[in-house]
T-cell receptor, first 112, second 119 residues
Framework: DAKTTQPPSMDCAEGRAANLPCNHS???????VYWYRQIHSQGPQYIIH???NNETNEMASLIITEDRKSSTLILPHATLRDTAVYYC?????????????FGEGTQLTVNP | SAVISQKPSRDICQRGTSLTIQCQVD?????MFWYRQQPGQSLTLIAT?????????ESGFVIDKFPISRPNLTFSTLTVSNMSPEDSSIYLC????????????????FGPGTRLTVL
């Protein structure tokens, strides 16, 4: 799986949009971009994933650049409960399932 | 999403003993995985639990140390054998391929984890 690079930490004001960047310059054509988050002392939570088109769900939006070498996860209105470590993962989907390779992630702190 | 439970939620064990962690899912799933998260670190995949056959282990993890069972499509166990303080970690179960949820076919869901401390 391709390697990802994320800033180790970011701060965001409550109510503002949180934009979390991820670089994945070696991504292959069959690899998806996944985002998970881990709130302290809990298991990781799936947020969103995409291949090349932008995606949106009830939690967040995922913007993938046209060359697919980077992406941004957007939390449109961050709350204190969004404070967590956010992991960007590049993953090839295989018929028998495939591993998630977690990097160090970005510690997002939402401040009041 | 699936409801995943793990037992125990935490334990404190003595060096040299073994602990079996259970993972139960509320619906049938295709894939089950076991991860380890050492203190202050990210998650590392231990193995894929295969139903009806031996688990598939990642580099650095062996069956003698981490035997895994998966007797059916909703349950798996991970045993941490002959424990040492270096085994102190959070152990997480995850699942993928929920039956009856084709829209979530490629989403992996995690259990709450088991926090293990080895003295």
């Amino acid at each position: 799986d391709a390697k990802t690079t994320q800033p180790p930490s970011m701060d965001c004001a409550e109510g503002r949009a949180a934009n979390l960047p991820c670089n994945h310059s070696t991504i292959s054509g069959n690899e998806y971009v996944y985002w998970y988050r881990q709130i302290h002392s809990q298991g990781p939570q799936y947020i969103i994933h995409g291949l090349k088109n932008n995606e949106t769900n009830e939690m967040a939006s995922l913007i993938i650049t046209e060359d697919r070498k980077s992406s941004t996860l957007i939390l449109p209105h961050a709350t204190l409960r969004d404070t967590a470590v956010y992991y960007c993962i590049v993953r090839a989907l295989e018929t028998s399932g495939s591993r998630l390779t977690f990097g160090e992630g970005t510690q997002l702190t939402v401040n009041p | 999403s699936a409801v995943i439970s793990q037992k125990p939620s935490r334990d404190i064990c003595q060096r040299g003993t073994s602990l079996t962690i259970q993972c139960q899912v509320d619906s049938q799933v295709t894939m089950m995985f076991w991860y380890r998260q050492q203190p202050g670190q990210s998650l590392t995949l231990i193995a894929t639990a295969n139903q009806g056959s031996e688990a598939t282990y990642e580099s650095g993890f062996v069956i003698d140390k981490f035997p895994i069972s998966r007797p059916n499509l909703t349950f798996s166990t991970l045993t941490v054998s002959n424990m040492s303080p270096e085994d102190s970690s959070i152990y997480l179960c995850s699942v993928e391929g929920l039956a009856g949820a084709p829209g979530q076919r490629n989403e992996q869901f995690f259990g709450p984890g088991t926090r293990l401390t080895v003295l």
